[in-house]
């Protein structure tokens, strides 16, 4: 017997809703048409990614990198971490993250940043899926993609000096990884359902936060400062029933961070540097005002980047797209207090950065972009949420969203082309010094091996990176790691290249 066909009857508050949008297709229509475009405006970023690690077969050592290699040739990795210990920082982990490129020589130079890379933006886009997943949002497919890879390429690419950002290992293990490790250890507590998943979430926030400790003094304080943050908004910013879970959580991570810190400052390495860098000077008041006039410069020109307006766009097309379950209560003053401890904790870990690296850096802590990083992915990320509160109230009071989301995509791919141009210009000037290396390398390597022990070296300097006899040949860093590296007693400066 067949079944009676019934009647389609629409719900009442779907015909309200449509009456008083004029006949505007309904949502579940746009959602189900919505897949294909996030996809493609992903497209652009990754775009900009896969040209910035192609550019990196054209990195050559320099810096920190001439020191480093040739302990790992001659030690490996018990030398390197032996040096950070014993010598310069105390930074265990650091050491232990330097060992597997510099194990490869010129090689492992080269692929660092194709690997480093696409480990970040998977560890981003595992963050943005999770973060989503926590919120209970459901967003057209590719749309997590898009929003990591945007943050990608703003955090690797948008900085005044991509080149130490990204492409320089020694600066990228200090400053470019570790607050994306940071950011990484939340997703196992956003996703941790399970009391299995839980402590095992907790482990790893408190592993994570000890290694921290042990990496990077200034992630450690931008991770520790927002942690302290989370903890005291919790009361309104957790949902009740995984808010003791979460607690926890921040709790181990500043308990981890302290612990790995406290094995660093008490190490020999790090009393060795902070007596030839003067730290005691750090919390005079003459450093205390500089620090703070420095970080105001510095946050002047975060403000004034235009490319970082790439994070409010995607934010935007994220609060617009993303659907929200029906009957779920209202944000607003939680969204604002979750917003304002997120700035508070941007302003307050990044003065102390800069007080902590101004008795090393002095007034080139503004300069220095490089040690902005530990506290940009913050700024870029708070961006991103400052665009979705202002999408998702867009949502609701535009009659259509077609056009604020062309608008949102034009501005992402503006900042796409401008990575892309900014990336090209580097691109000749690595490519110069590629050759100008390459070329002096293989005349050095064929004199040692005659057993010269004194040879001339042309400076080939490239997005300020340290070369020796800087200042008219008064500083001589890292002459003697040259020489260590070619295997020779000395090296001096040469006017050009032989």
């Not at 320099?62 to 480093?68: K, N, S, V, Y």
Request: glycine share 10%; hydrophobic share 50%.
């Amino acid at each position: 017997m067949e079944k009676e066909e019934q009647p389609v009857v629409q719900a009442p508050e779907k015909a309200v809703q449509s009456q008083r949008t004029g006949g505007v297709p309904d949502t579940r229509a746009m959602w189900r048409r919505a897949p294909a475009w996030p996809g493609l405006l992903s497209l652009l970023p990754l775009a900009v990614f896969a040209f910035a690690v192609w550019n990196a077969r054209w990195v050559r050592p320099g810096g920190d990198d001439w020191c480093f290699l040739p302990v790992v040739r001659d030690g490996g990795l018990s030398a390197m971490v032996r040096k950070f210990y014993l010598q310069d920082n105390g930074r265990i982990v650091n050491a232990v993250l330097v060992w597997p490129y510099a194990r490869f020589g010129e090689a492992g130079q080269q692929w660092f940043a194709p690997v480093s890379g696409v480990l970040v933006l998977a560890l981003l886009w595992a963050l943005v899926a999770a973060a989503l997943r926590a919120a209970h949002g459901t967003p057209p497919r590719g749309v997590p993609l898009l929003v990591a890879s945007m943050v990608t390429a703003l955090f690797l690419f948008g900085s005044p000096n991509t080149y130490k950002t990204f492409y320089w290992p020694a600066a990228s293990v200090s400053h470019t990884l570790p607050p994306v490790f940071a950011c990484a250890a939340a997703v196992p507590v956003l996703r941790a359902a399970s009391r299995r998943a839980k402590a095992l979430a907790l482990l790893i926030v408190a592993v994570t936060g000890a290694c921290l400790g042990l990496l990077s003094e200034e992630t450690s304080v931008v991770a520790s400062v927002t942690l302290t943050c989370a903890l005291l908004v919790s009361g309104r910013a957790f949902p009740r029933a995984r808010r003791r879970f979460l607690r926890a959580c921040c709790a181990a991570g500043i308990a981890g961070i302290v612990i790995g810190s406290l094995i660093l400052y008490t190490s020999p390495g790090a009393l060795h540097r902070r007596e030839r860098k003067h730290a005691s000077t750090m919390l005079t008041a003459d450093s205390l005002l500089a620090s703070l006039r420095g970080f105001g410069e510095i946050i002047s020109q975060l403000l004034t980047s235009w490319p970082y307006l790439g994070a409010i766009a995607v934010g935007v097309v994220l609060g617009l797209v993303n659907r929200v379950p029906p009957g779920r209560p209202a944000r607003g003053r939680t969204d604002a207090l979750v917003a304002g401890a997120g700035i508070g904790a941007l302003l307050v870990s990044g003065y102390l950065c800069t007080v902590i690296t101004y008795p090393v850096f002095g007034e080139q802590v503004v300069t220095s972009t490089r040690l902005w990083n530990d506290y940009l992915l913050l700024y870029i990320l708070l961006l991103v949420y400052a665009g979705t509160l202002t999408g998702r109230a867009l949502r609701g009071r535009v009659r259509r969203n077609g056009p604020v989301l062309a608008a949102g995509s034009v501005v992402c791919a503006a900042v796409c082309v401008a990575l892309t141009v900014s990336l090209g210009g580097l691109e000749s000037g690595m490519i110069t010094r590629a050759h100008g290396w390459d070329l002096q390398n293989r005349w050095m390597r064929s004199q040692a091996a005659t057993g010269r022990q004194v040879l001339p070296y042309e400076r080939l300097p490239l997005s300020k990176m340290t070369e020796p006899f800087r200042h008219g040949g008064r500083a001589t860093w890292p002459a003697s790691c040259i020489a260590d590296y070619y295997q020779v007693r000395r090296i001096t400066q040469a006017s050009e290249l032989p």
